[in-house]
């Protein structure tokens, strides 16, 4: 069961999701003094979250050259120990956390990849979805950003921007408990995704919730 957790590529997606929020979250709580007063840390965090965030995300672009998986790990194992570092040692606990769970699990998803692979371990290039069984329609680039489903455009010629924004709008109604935003997101959104249905539906069905 654990195998199967570390090799599904929705879980590997939605972690890394998680990952780049927590990262950003971390930032943000610094910056603002949120969640801890300015310190010597804290410079040396912001660095650390910069570096988490080019280097998670650089990884799964097509590159040149290849990244050998033990570089990846490497790297990985030094952005554990300095968030270890900053949470335990530091004043940095509260914003930290969060971030350094989801490192550790992010580590375990490329040891096990490791692992499955029959090459060898100084040999192995980077697959983020390494050992992974095969899933349809596949993930691309944008989808691993980007829920799937949201990725298609409902009209011809849809803006990039707008592609982006919608599955944010819909995380933000979907994981409301209000019942408001349940009857915005039920009446407006919802048909939006049907191809069956009209664009000009989703604005007679939002008088009708409202």
């Known amino acids: 069961m654990l195998s199967t957790f ?19 979250a971390a930032v943000v709580a610094l910056e ?8 010597e840390d804290t410079t040396l965090a912001l660095v650390t979250f910069v570096e988490i965030f080019v280097h998670h995300v650089l990884v799964l672009f097509k590159l040149p050259f290849v990244i050998p998986a033990c570089l990846d790990l ?20 509260p914003p930290l956390t969060p971030l ?13 990849t ?9 040999r192995q290039p980077f697959d983020f979805f390494g ?16 829920n799937r489903s949201l990725t298609r455009p409902l009209v011809r010629g849809e803006s990039i921007f707008i592609l982006f924004a919608r599955p944010r ?4 109604f979907h994981h409301s408990r209000s019942d408001e935003c349940c009857s915005v997101y039920t009446g407006c959104c919802e048909p939006c995704w049907d191809p069956l249905v009209p664009a000009c539906r989703c604005f007679d069905q939002l008088w009708v919730h409202g």
């Open 6 to 24: 570390l090799l599904s590529p929705p879980v590997r997606v939605y972690a890394f999701r998680l990952l780049l929020l927590a990262d950003i």
């Open 32 to 39: 603002l003094g949120v969640a801890v007063p300015y310190t």
């Open 74 to 93: 490497f790297v990985l194992a030094g952005e554990i120990g300095m968030a270890t570092y900053l949470v335990v040692l530091s004043s940095l606990s």
């Open 100 to 112: 350094l769970v989801l490192l550790l699990v992010t580590a375990a998803f490329r040891v096990a």
């Open 114 to 122: 490791i692992r499955k692979s029959k090459a060898a371990f100084l």
């Open 131 to 146: 050992g992974c069984a095969d899933v349809y329609p596949r993930y691309s680039l944008l989808t691993i950003f980007l």
């Open 169 to 172: 709008i819909r995380d933000i």
